[in-house]
């Protein structure tokens, strides 16, 4: 499975093996030890879509697929009840500093609702001062007066999925909204007073050229955005994307081209005035870390935060819990008073260094050498003179990568690891 150099920060389709989750939510003492001293915020999954982009192996449903009892005001019902069970959980929880909004097409339930679930969390659990609050959307399902409502609810940050500004890209990745939408929403959202703005891109989709990944770029700088996601196309199993490629009619992607895309977005936007703060993600120079995503450097960064909605996953204090997929049985459970988790791991401190290393080594200020043990240590000065690490950052006790370590930093962890 190709995620070369970064990956999709989703809400995949399968869930994990795990320990069972109590029927409370009740999580061990040690994992609220220091709570409120890690940052903390709350993912808000929507699963539904219009239809089914063939690359896509997130949890989502369209309408078809729901099925009864399952609907956009019993989603929100559910997210209503499982954060009142988050309160219960994490009574001594500090003000909420991040909220992101994911999906599926978080515009499809509408600004109102989306208002809704934003006013819940703050009167449950409050907002902290400046806190961050983004969702993301499709452009297809956008309007002015759709970021009207959001930046009046609270909302502070937008994330758009252009992946593409040609129409045979859009093509081939079932995209349905028109090239130029993508940019013509993020001028909606500008308008309506959002200074914090994100354009997703795929590159490496079967047939796009380089002309092609050329143009998106352009359209991205020129739509005037402090954020950009970049994301290698990832083949994932069951999908139409990969019957597709397993039958012949699409090739697929290229690691060689892969890597010489990423290359070609780097440099488009180091030259916009664009500065890459993880291996995936790029801000506006002039923005400063204001620009970065301060949600995701949660996830980064160990940070605790709390999934709402189906197959949402959560983190707290060392615990990961994932809840059930579909969002009748979601509903369901929630209706009976309990947990919707499906599942939990306790992770031990070796795993959790696994994760530190795995993870801040993407940041652009790099990991501390203090996480490495000693043949890790030699791993990283093997890498430094192979050009991966920054010689002078590894000297200072800090492993940052160069560009051609982003582009190998899956290999590296490995090696760094031992």
């Given amino acids: 499975m190709l995620r070369l150099p970064g990956t999709l920060d989703t809400m995949p389709s399968s869930l994990p093996d795990g320990e069972p989750m109590p029927e409370d939510?009740?999580?061990p003492a040690h994992a609220l030890d220091g709570l409120?001293?890690?940052?903390?915020?709350?993912?808000?999954?929507?699963?539904?879509c219009a239809t089914r982009c063939g690359y896509c192996d997130f949890n989502t449903y369209t309408a078809g697929e729901l099925g009864s009892g399952a609907g956009h005001d019993s989603w929100a019902d559910g997210v209503r009840r499982e954060l009142e069970l988050a309160a219960k959980v994490l009574p001594e929880a500090p003000r909420v500093d991040t909220v992101f909004v994911g999906g599926g097409t978080p515009s499809l339930v509408g600004a109102e609702a989306l208002g809704a679930v934003l006013a819940g969390i703050d009167e449950v659990f409050g907002l902290a001062d400046g806190a961050e609050?983004?969702?993301e959307a499709n452009p297809e399902s956008t309007s002015p007066e759709f970021f009207a409502g959001l930046r009046a609810a609270g909302f502070t940050r937008v994330s758009l999925g252009m992946q593409s500004a040609a129409s045979n890209v859009l093509a081939v990745l079932d995209r349905t909204h028109t090239p130029g939408r993508a940019a013509a929403a993020a001028a909606e959202a500008a308008s309506a007073g959002f200074d914090h703005v994100n354009l997703d891109l795929i590159y490496g989709t079967p047939g796009e050229t380089d002309a092609?990944?050329?143009?998106?770029?352009?359209?991205v700088v020129a739509a005037g955005v402090d954020h950009v996601s970049a994301y290698s196309l990832i083949v994932e199993d069951g999908t139409a994307l990969a019957r597709r490629v397993r039958s012949g009619e699409l090739p697929a992607p290229d690691e060689d081209v892969l890597a010489a895309r990423y290359e070609m977005i780097d440099d488009a936007l180091s030259a916009a005035g664009f500065d890459w703060y993880e291996v995936s993600n790029w801000a506006a120079r002039s923005g400063g870390e204001a620009s970065w995503c301060r949600h995701n450097i949660g996830y980064w960064t160990g940070g605790d935060w709390w999934g709402l909605g189906p197959g949402a996953h959560s983190h707290v204090g060392g615990v990961r819990w994932w809840n059930v997929k579909h969002p009748?049985?979601?509903?369901a459970v929630l209706a009976e008073g309990r947990s919707p988790g499906a599942g939990r791991e306790i992770l031990d401190e070796s795993a959790r260094r696994v994760e530190r290393v795995l993870l801040e080594i993407r940041l652009v200020g790099g990991l501390s050498t203090e996480l490495l043990d000693e043949a890790g240590l030699l791993a990283a000065a093997r890498a430094a003179d192979d050009g991966l690490l920054v010689a002078a950052s590894l000297a200072a006790g800090r492993c940052v990568l160069t560009r051609r370590g982003r582009l190998l930093a899956d290999g590296l962890v490995h090696r760094l690891l031992g």
């Fill in 328 to 331: 009748a049985r979601y509903n």
């Fill in 36 to 48: 409120g001293r890690r940052p903390f915020g709350f993912y808000v999954h929507v699963p539904f």
């Fill in 25 to 27: 939510g009740a999580l």
């Fill in 133 to 135: 609050v983004t969702t």
């Fill in 212 to 219: 092609d990944l050329r143009a998106s770029l352009e359209a």
